[in-house]
């Protein structure tokens, strides 16, 4: 019977090669993520957080164990199958926003259907209704260095948004941003975890994973804890 979970993985280890000594990154960690839960994950450098963010989001593969997505078994895929997944499952946030410098708000959206093959007249109405929904239908034209960094955020949230991917994964989303910035990025996250999109950020900090429903704590590797925080409104 396939899994229910969104994500679920069990006894996922992550070694990596270091010489004469072996990096072990996760050490058996078992986990599941429902469709529509709003997830933080937080822990110290070295904890394991960035490793795991990378398996879920198929960019890294377990060393042992099992990552299924959707209840698809991932670790067999080949390259060109996991950046099929990637680009119809899974929409990325990062802390430097990755745009283009030289093409426009609209054009960067537009880029992952560029990928999939989506013909040119579907790709701007997409992208334009993508900018809309972030809140930046009147800078359709602007290019990242006419726009301040929330609005760049909201940008690489509407490139991630625009393949209608059911799961947000995003790592260190307010990173570069000051207070007040980042507090508008993470309600904008809150609303679409509320329309129904599963959001999976990492942060190292507790006053940004305070805006998620659940918050999973890694130290050296393994889960420390994994709680669930009243009153946060999804």
């Known amino acids: 019977m396939a899994d229910a979970a969104l994500l679920s993985l069990q006894g996922v280890t992550r070694i990596y090669p270091m010489g004469g000594t072996p990096l072990m990154a996760l050490k058996g960690l078992d986990l599941r993520i429902e469709a529509g839960e709003s997830v933080a994950i937080m822990g110290s450098s070295g904890s394991g957080k960035s490793t795991l963010m990378n398996i879920l989001g198929c960019l890294d593969r377990p060393t042992e164990g099992q990552y299924r997505l959707q209840g698809q078994d991932v670790a067999g895929l080949s390259r060109r199958e996991l950046a099929d997944i990637r680009n119809r499952f899974i929409g990325f946030v990062f802390q430097s926003f990755n745009l283009l410098t030289r093409t426009s708000a609209q054009e960067n959206v537009e880029l992952p259907l560029l990928y999939a093959n989506v013909s040119a007249r579907d790709r701007r109405a997409r992208a334009r209704a993508a900018l809309q929904r972030v809140g930046l239908g009147e800078r359709l034209d602007h290019h990242p260095s006419q726009l301040s960094g929330g609005q760049q955020q909201r940008v690489a949230i509407a490139r991630a948004l625009v393949t ?21 990025i993470m309600r904008l996250l809150q609303g679409l975890n509320a329309e129904g999109m599963t959001v999976v950020l990492v942060t190292h900090e507790a006053d940004i994973a305070a805006h998620a429903r659940r918050v999973i704590t890694l130290r050296d590797g393994v889960i420390g804890s994994d709680r669930t925080q009243a009153g946060v409104r999804a």
């Not at 995003?170 to 508008?184: R, Y």
């Open 164 to 184: 209608e991917a059911p799961l947000l994964l995003a790592d260190e989303p307010t990173g570069n941003l000051d207070s007040a910035t980042s507090v508008d």
